[in-house]
């Protein structure tokens, strides 16, 4: 039942954190090439996405230079293109975005790419479509939060990639092969790193509905504040039922993600206060856009190894601090 007291401190913990400030992100990858291409030669890449960007780098290797559009703490649901954004994808040889709806505000930009003649791959819809979870009416688009079925969009671009350069295919062949390898690595690390949370505490919480397709691979119920999409917005009945679930589950933690203000979080924390329920930030994390361009973290793989490292070590889990290779910043 909701109570006075509850709402008006919600209302205030809304209206105080209004202004936060978002945080950073961006990307980075791997992969070998037997050939050094000289710079004019190198195939010339954008990618929407830091995600998607990584793995077109580690496709390509040294074969192509890759270009990402939306970095460090941008969120693609909201991201409006600028001038020089539309020129990048008139000038690239091949484009790869994600697709399902995520780059919404870009849908012009890509169309008007693709009609100058450009290839655009929009990588998570040519994956299985049985993979693909339905939200809201529509595919949720955070297909990179299980890296199984984030896998499926490597074949996608090396063989986008083939198409375009034929020369170069056994070298993307090759390149897929190992990323593959080691989204395997990974996928094992956080199975088990996440499969030591104990069940009545495999429930995250996050600032919008990003997490689905990493609760059905690692056992967790998912609850976003906001929807698949940051352009909803949460109410203070939202808040007041999340505040109920929390205290009446004893959830230890909640998580901010660098993409999305914490304000709601933060009313969350208020609201469970306020019910003498104490709850923690249990960190933050990476989203709809990676950690920052040149750390480990500003990898596909860095990314998913913080988010599955943070989550068990603040559900009461048993994971390294410096996750599965040791590492992740302290």
Same mark, same amino acid.
């Given at each position: ?7 008006r401190i919600v209302l ?20 070998? =090439? ?19 960007? =990584? ?19 941008? =969120? ?63 595919? =949720? ?121 914490? $304000? ?10 306020? $019910? ?39 559900l009461g889990g048993d ?12």
């Amino acid at each position: 039942m909701r109570t006075p007291s509850i709402q008006r401190i919600v209302l205030a913990a809304l209206i105080a954190l209004a202004s936060s400030p978002l945080a950073g992100c961006a990307e980075q990858a791997g992969g070998a =090439d037997a050939v050094n291409n000289t710079e004019s030669e190198r195939t010339r890449i954008v990618a929407t996405t830091g995600m998607v960007a =990584d793995i077109a780098r580690a496709v390509a290797g040294d074969r192509a230079e890759v270009d990402v559009l939306i970095g460090a703490g941008l =969120d693609p649901h909201l991201y409006k293109p600028t001038r020089t954004d539309v020129q990048r994808l008139l000038d690239a040889d091949a484009i790869f975005y994600n697709g399902l709806l995520l780059e919404g505000k870009l849908t012009d930009a890509l169309t008007r790419a693709e009609g100058a003649g450009k290839p655009a791959v929009a990588v998570a819809e040519r994956i299985d479509p049985e993979t693909l979870i339905e939200l809201e009416g529509e595919p =949720d688009p955070h297909v990179w939060m299980d890296p199984e079925a984030w896998s499926q969009t490597i074949d996608v671009v090396r063989a986008s990639l083939a198409e375009i350069d034929p020369d170069g295919a056994s070298v993307y062949e090759t390149n897929a092969a190992e990323y593959q390898r080691r989204l395997e690595e990974l996928d094992a690390y956080a199975i088990e790193t996440l499969g030591s949370v104990p069940e009545s505490q495999r429930v995250l919480v996050t600032a919008h509905d990003a997490f689905n397709y990493f609760g059905r691979k690692y056992g967790f119920e998912v609850v976003g504040i906001q929807g698949i999409s940051t352009e909803s917005e949460a109410g203070v009945l939202d808040i007041e039922r999340l505040v109920n679930l929390l205290v009446e589950r004893s959830i230890a933690a909640v998580f901010v993600e660098s993409t999305v203000s914490e $304000r709601n979080v933060a009313a969350l924390i208020a609201g469970a206060e306020s $019910r003498g329920h104490t709850v923690a930030i249990g960190g933050e994390l990476f989203s709809d856009a990676m950690g920052e361009f040149g750390s480990y973290e500003g990898t596909y793989i860095g990314m998913i190894d913080h988010n599955a490292t943070t989550i068990a070590r603040a559900l009461g889990g048993d994971a390294p601090s410096g996750g599965m290779q040791d590492r992740l910043a302290r």
